[in-house]
């Protein structure tokens, strides 16, 4: 007969772990929700903007700081989720409200619309051969508009980061309406080859990009790089050549300048693309054995939001 005080421990036990399977599953449920729209998650501080574009009802994310004045104006930062994401999940995972409080400047995290039920993001003009007839772009341009009306948006200081699919759409914005943006940003992002071919920016954009070099999605080498046996995805150039294009189209140093850190036992190759036309820079960010995620990197002091910040703010239309 087993002793009555095991029999004690283990009736516990159970519930502890009842306990604990039915916490996981209303986890699970609620990001498996949250994927398909982001108003299942109660972001605090931030407004839900609703705005009505080519007759889809789109949603975005609004981080107001508390040092923003109606005196002045202040920079914005549109920063997209990836394919299957949503808004508010990308903004718990790649938050900058700690950010946007310090240096004052406003956040939106839109929300892309539904491809065969996945959220997505269109980074390439509507056409009879894209996939995607929603016109981002247009979305986005009416979205700025209506912040600039609300608020005092600095439009000479507004930047684009996305990561993985929304990347796609920050490079695609410097592509076709680069009049509006004045520094991109990309975490395990990359372009699409007609993009790399039809890409014609209207003026030299800075561009901060970091990859991994185990990223089994988007390609970190080209295709002819011997450290890339699998060869790159239909349809998207490599962070390699994502980096030369730009190096090549802002006519910077076509030698960087190169620093290396540890930051979480990674190693992370930091390249810097310097004189560019109108004193651009191309940086990249190299995260040695970096998977496809956004990365929470230590770099001098900086974490993977501040290095990123730091790039863009520098610039201006």
Not at 48 to 74: A, D, F, M
Not at 109 to 130: E, F, I, M, R
Request: with cysteine; proline share 4%.
């Amino acid at each position: 007969m087993r002793d009555p005080a095991n029999r004690s421990v283990e009736a516990h036990y159970v519930k502890i772990m009842t306990a604990l399977l039915i916490c996981i599953q209303l986890w699970a449920c609620s990001v498996s929700n949250d994927s398909k729209n982001s108003s299942n998650v109660n972001i605090p501080d931030t407004t839900r903007l609703e705005l009505n574009h080519g007759g889809v009802l789109r949603e975005t994310l609004v981080y107001v700081p508390k040092s923003y004045e109606e005196t002045g104006v202040v920079p914005l930062l549109l920063n997209f989720h990836g394919y299957g994401g949503s808004a508010a999940n990308h903004l718990l995972t790649s938050d900058f409200r700690q950010l946007a409080e310090e240096q004052t400047f406003l956040l939106a995290y839109p929300q892309g619309s539904l491809l065969d039920g996945s959220p997505h993001w269109n980074p390439s003009p509507p056409s009879a051969t894209n996939k995607s007839t929603v016109d981002d772009f247009g979305f986005i341009e009416s979205l700025v508009d209506n912040l600039s009306a609300t608020y005092r948006v600095d439009e000479e200081r507004v930047y684009a980061v996305g990561y993985s699919n929304g990347a796609m759409l920050a490079f695609g914005l410097a592509c076709y309406r680069g009049e509006r943006i004045a520094a991109i940003g990309s975490v395990s992002g990359t372009m699409l080859t007609d993009i790399g071919n039809l890409c014609q920016p209207p003026q030299p954009t800075a561009v901060i990009t970091l990859h991994g070099t185990q990223d089994d999605t988007l390609s970190y080498y080209a295709a002819n790089n011997i450290s890339n046996p699998k060869g790159n995805s239909s349809g998207y150039v490599s962070a390699e050549d994502v980096i030369e294009y730009w190096v090549d189209f802002n006519r910077t140093q076509s030698s960087p300048t190169k620093e290396t850190t540890i930051s979480s036992r990674q190693t992370v190759h930091s390249f810097v693309y310097a004189g560019g036309q109108e004193g651009v820079e191309v940086q990249h960010y190299q995260v040695i054995g970096g998977e496809h995620v956004w990365f929470d990197l230590q770099v001098a002091g900086f974490g993977t939001n501040e290095l990123i910040w730091n790039f863009l703010s520098r610039f201006r239309l």
